[in-house]
């Protein structure tokens, strides 16, 4: 079969495909959802990224610090899987509002419902490591979770199997806040930082300015700028469904609806 008449096969499949599926809504990347809960690619990244995580903290030598020790993590999709609720959100047609994700954030840690929250391959082998380690680590959450959401996020932690939640500390969002760099220059001040997790570069503290004390939010325009740290004392979660890197595809975009099918049907099954 030649190039042409394969490529216009692939269009009239996925016109024909897309006029099935008009009812649903494209807010979402389908693909790299799809990617995410299905590929074992991404399990490996994941499971990858906690393996050099946990080997950094195990050369982590307490006696050295001057303040306690501390690991900062992010929640969602860097501790907690919620690709159920955005395969269903596909499905449904319903785009993300504020009232829906508080009802999945509440109604996801029943543990007899079938869609629950789940959690990011490693991640949970890598917290009951390091709280079993004695070296007096504590762990921190800094989550854009709003601060209302705290006990369930608790009972999210424990669902997944997570140890020892009471002990934790979590920093969620108050109302005013837009970054969480005012919450990392909290920990800082109080833990030494010895490893940061997340999904986006907005859940990583870049440099203090001393005659500011503010701290640089670490952005697409700068994240060389810190690779002595990618894979030492940061270390990164693959996010393709959501993020700052989506936002070229905001709003209306006939490409992005064109190429991104929809496959969280899939997702919301496997």
Same mark, same amino acid.
């Given at each position: 079969?030649?190039?042409?008449? #394969? @490529?216009?096969?692939?269009?009239? *499949? ?21 990617? #995410? ?30 303040? /306690? ?23 449904? =047609? +319903?785009? *993300? ?5 508080? &009802? ?21 082998? *890598? ?21 209302? $959401? ?15 939640? &009471?002990?934790?500390? %979590?920093?969620?969002?108050?109302? =005013?806040?837009?970054?969480? $760099?005012? #919450? ?5 001040? +109080?833990? &030494? @930082? @010895? ?12 440099? @203090?300015? /001393?005659?500011? =004390? ?20 940061? %270390? ?6 959501? =993020?700052?890197?989506?936002?070229? *595809? ?7 609806? %064109? %190429? ?11």
């Amino acid at each position: 079969m030649h190039c042409s008449q #394969r @490529i216009m096969m692939i269009l009239l *499949f996925l016109c024909s495909f897309l006029s099935a599926c008009t009812s649903i809504v494209t807010t979402e990347n389908n693909l790299g959802l799809l990617w #995410r809960q299905a590929s074992g690619e991404y399990r490996a990244v994941c499971l990858q990224t906690y393996k050099q995580a946990l080997e950094a903290v195990r050369q982590y030598d307490p006696a050295s610090a001057s303040k /306690p020790p501390a690991i900062v993590a992010d929640l969602d999709e860097t501790v907690l899987d919620n690709g159920r609720f955005h395969a269903y959100s596909r499905i449904s =047609g +319903r785009p *993300f509002s504020q009232e829906r994700w508080d &009802e999945w954030v509440r109604e996801s840690v029943d543990p007899t419902r079938a869609y629950r929250v789940g959690a990011v391959p490693g991640a949970v082998d *890598f917290i009951n490591a390091v709280l079993g380690m004695e070296k007096g680590i504590t762990m921190v959450y800094v989550s854009n979770r709003n601060d209302y $959401q705290l006990e369930d996020s608790q009972k999210a932690l424990r669902l997944i199997g997570v140890r020892n939640v &009471e002990q934790a500390v %979590f920093l969620l969002k108050s109302p =005013g806040m837009k970054t969480k $760099q005012s #919450r990392y220059r909290e920990v800082a001040s +109080r833990y &030494e @930082i @010895i490893a940061m997790l997340g999904d986006s570069l907005g859940d990583f503290m870049g440099e @203090i300015d /001393p005659a500011t =004390g503010e701290s640089e939010e670490v952005t697409g325009d700068n994240p060389e700028r810190y690779q002595a740290r990618w894979g030492n004392q940061w %270390f990164m979660i693959p996010n393709p469904v959501y =993020g700052s890197w989506t936002q070229p *595809f905001a709003g209306e975009n006939a490409a992005k609806d %064109f %190429f991104l099918t929809q496959c969280a049907e899939k997702c919301l099954n496997h």
